[in-house]
Nanobody, 120 residues
Framework: QVQLVESGGGLVQAGGSLRLSCAAS????????MGWYRQAPGKQRELVAG???????NYADSVKGRFTISRDNAKNTVYLQMNSLKPEDSAVYYC??????????????WGQGTQVTVSS
């Protein structure tokens, strides 16, 4: 079993910055991909940013140039640096990981979510 623990959410004014962290622990042989998704009230969960083990990243168009995803493979941790935040970035942010354990096939795991609220 794998656990994802997020931290770093909170309340910030428009134009401000926040940094989210997500640490994976448990039965981990390798982490193939980590990413951040978000879900605002009444909306579907959407991809914000993702990063694979060799460092290739992808971003939602709405956050390109403002958000940066990075990972520390030694710590099984992914970060999301969010700058120039806008009220429309307000949502619950979820960490996601595709993990290869010591047996079986890669599995998807989700964190519990962390609230990000951007005031105007």
């Amino acid at each position: 079993q794998v656990q994802l623990v997020e931290s770093g959410g909170g309340l910030v004014q428009a134009g401000g910055s926040l940094r989210l962290s997500c640490a994976a622990s448990g039965s981990i042989f390798s982490i193939k991909r980590m990413g951040w998704y978000r879900q605002a009230p009444g909306k579907q969960r959407e991809l914000v940013a993702g990063i694979i083990s060799i460092g290739t990243t992808n971003y939602a168009d709405s956050v390109k140039g403002r958000f940066t995803i990075s990972r520390d493979n030694a710590k099984n941790t992914v970060y999301l640096q969010m700058n120039s935040l806008k009220p429309e970035d307000s949502a619950v942010y979820y960490c996601h990981a595709v993990v290869q354990s010591y047996v079986g096939i890669p599995q998807d795991y989700w964190g519990q979510g962390t609230q990000v609220t951007v005031s105007s």
